[in-house]
């Protein structure tokens, strides 16, 4: 069956075949830039998840969007622009989404914090522990769950190769 099962996440403990780099840091000397479409002017603002794509002989390649990989054990192609754009930009603005939606949070626990210690003073920081407290022992680990549960709820696509 000449499919290939494609997904927006890289499971944390597969490690990928012999001759495949896993994406690393951008710009570092040891690996490449994967970050980039060939061909395309580098926009931060869009930039998207790197695609797993799982060959039928087992081959795994992790692949920007809109972007084709070679297997190197069968040499079939496998192009990712075959993902409906709408689906894949809309899971990458879900994510976006929970990250801003940390953020927002934290900014409402610190910014009033602030403005209690330039009007209470210095004593109001008594405060900071507990409130660190709540933060890593309950609010993170539930918001890391949410995210955990979207991922592995992430829709999966059948390619073809070329």
């Known amino acids: 069956m000449d499919r290939a099962c494609v997904s927006t996440r890289l499971?944390?403990?597969?490690?990928?075949?012999?001759?495949?780099?896993p994406p690393g840091r951008a710009g570092s000397a040891?690996?490449?830039?994967l970050s980039r479409a060939r061909g395309?002017?580098?926009?931060?603002?869009?930039?998207?998840?790197?695609?797993?794509v799982r060959c039928d002989c087992g081959g795994i390649g992790y692949v920007?969007?809109?972007d084709r990989w070679e297997c190197p054990t069968c040499h079939r192609r496998w192009n990712t622009g075959q993902i409906p754009a709408d689906e894949y930009w809309g899971i990458m603005r879900e994510m976006r989404r929970m990250r801003i939606n940390v953020l927002a949070t934290a900014l409402g626990i610190v910014v009033p914090i602030v403005v209690l210690t330039a009007v209470a003073g210095?004593?109001?920081?008594?405060?900071?522990?507990?409130l660190m407290s709540f933060w890593f022992l309950f609010?993170?680990?539930?918001?890391?769950r949410r995210v955990r549960q979207q991922a592995r709820n992430l829709r999966k696509w059948q390619l073809h190769p070329e």
Request: charged share 20%; net charge positive.
């Open 11 to 21: 499971p944390r403990a597969a490690q990928p075949p012999p001759g495949v780099r």
């Open 30 to 33: 040891s690996s490449p830039d």
């Open 40 to 52: 395309k002017t580098y926009n931060a603002s869009v930039r998207g998840a790197l695609i797993t």
């Open 64 to 66: 920007p969007y809109d």
């Open 122 to 130: 210095i004593r109001i920081l008594l405060l900071l522990p507990v």
């Open 139 to 144: 609010y993170m680990p539930r918001w890391r």
